[in-house]
């Protein structure tokens, strides 16, 4: 079974950090460009970043560019994603998804797997 596995999400004070991982089976992840995207309360899904299939290639939304880091081991089949100078506005649900396809700003129509998301709560 295709599995994405997200965890480290939690309750965090505004200019903390969190790190997020996703453990993936099922499928060749290497073969794979890997997502973070998120919903917030009340609001549709947002793309938060991207990597390439070689991790040598990441991509952000620019609302956290220079505060949010992708990066991915393949040998461990793990995605993960490093948060840091969080916000309250980034309080949201975070999914890891994989897709074949490299579409930068991605849509919500390429994502061939989805995680079952991991909360991400910023507030004092």
């Known amino acids: 079974q295709v599995q994405l596995v997200e965890s480290g999400g939690g309750l965090v004070q505004p200019g903390g950090s969190l790190r997020l991982s996703c453990a993936a089976s099922g499928f060749t992840f290497s073969s794979y460009w890997m997502y973070w995207v998120r919903q917030a309360p009340g609001k549709g899904l947002e793309w938060v970043s991207a990597?390439?299939?070689?991790?040598?290639?990441?991509y952000y939304a620019d609302s956290v560019k220079g505060r949010f880091t992708i990066s991915r081991d393949n040998a461990k089949n793990t995605v993960y994603l490093q948060m840091d100078s969080l916000k309250p506005e980034d309080t949201a649900v975070y999914y890891c998804?994989?897709?074949?396809?490299?579409?930068?700003?991605?849509?919500?129509?390429?994502?061939?797997?989805w995680g079952q998301g991991t909360q991400v709560t910023v507030s004092s």
């Open positions: 990597v390439n299939t070689g991790g040598g290639s990441t």
């Open positions: 998804t994989a897709s074949k396809r490299s579409t930068i700003p991605p849509t919500g129509s390429i994502y061939d797997y």
